[in-house]
């Protein structure tokens, strides 16, 4: 079946630093690439997603690059800020007509002042 | 108005009691689905509408139960909770645009069995 694996547990940086969060996928076809956010007290919301090998998605700064070789998406922000502070999800669903978002167990990103 | 609402936020339920969970979402969208997240897990896939039409996967086919009385809403039902069922349940909504399929989220009810 799909499944994701994502840099796991807690990543904790000070503000104005790089921020990577690595993710690889497996899945059969071409599966659709999402990174979601959640931030306490709310559900997870779609910050972007790319379909289509080579696709860069990017949002509030935040950016990812769908590579088909390496099956991976890896979340990159060049200089984070303490609001940024959340779990970030990377997810796919492949194909079908019912989609079914297969999501990686999260990352949650901690940024001090 | 892309929200989807879920009610209670936080639910505490006695071993062997039933629980009813209660989502709804004002977009008509044709899907609704149900996750479930423990702590250091993946949300996990419990079940999902299209229309009238339930799919629910194959682990959990007999520990969940559901009904969507109208496009609007969309319950998950426990028979008789267990302490395993302790967790986050996520109640999410979908859409189609031209670059593929959107899910949108509710803020979850946490349910504590005890």
């Not at chain 2, 969970?21 to 044709?30: F, R």
């Amino acid at each position: 079946g799909d499944s994701v694996t994502q840099t796991e547990g807690q990543v904790a940086l000070s503000e104005e630093d790089f921020l990577t969060i690595h993710c690889n996928y497996s899945a059969s076809g071409y599966p659709t690439l999402f990174w979601y956010v959640q931030y306490p007290g709310e559900g997870p919301q779609l910050l972007f997603r790319a379909s289509r090998d080579k696709e860069k998605g990017s949002s509030r700064g935040f950016e990812a690059t769908y590579d088909k070789g390496t099956t991976s998406f890896h979340l990159r922000k060049a200089s984070v800020q303490e609001s940024d502070s959340a779990v970030y999800y990377c997810a796919l669903i492949s194909g079908g007509s019912n989609a079914k978002l297969t999501f990686g167990k999260g990352t949650k990103l901690s940024v001090k002042s | 108005d892309t929200t989807v609402k879920q009610n209670p936020r936080y639910k505490l339920a006695r071993v062997g009691k039933p629980v009813n969970l209660i989502c709804s979402q004002t977009m008509n969208h044709d899907t609704m689905y149900w996750y479930q997240k423990k702590p250091n897990q993946a949300p996990k896939l419990l079940l999902f509408y299209y229309d009238k039409i339930l799919n629910r996967e194959a682990d959990t086919f007999e520990k969940f139960q559901s009904s969507r009385p109208n496009n609007s809403f969309c319950s998950l039902y426990i028979g008789s909770a267990g302490l395993e069922y302790s967790a986050m349940y996520l109640c999410a909504s979908s859409s189609r645009d031209r670059e593929g399929e959107r899910l949108f989220f509710g803020h979850g009810t946490k349910l504590s069995v005890l």
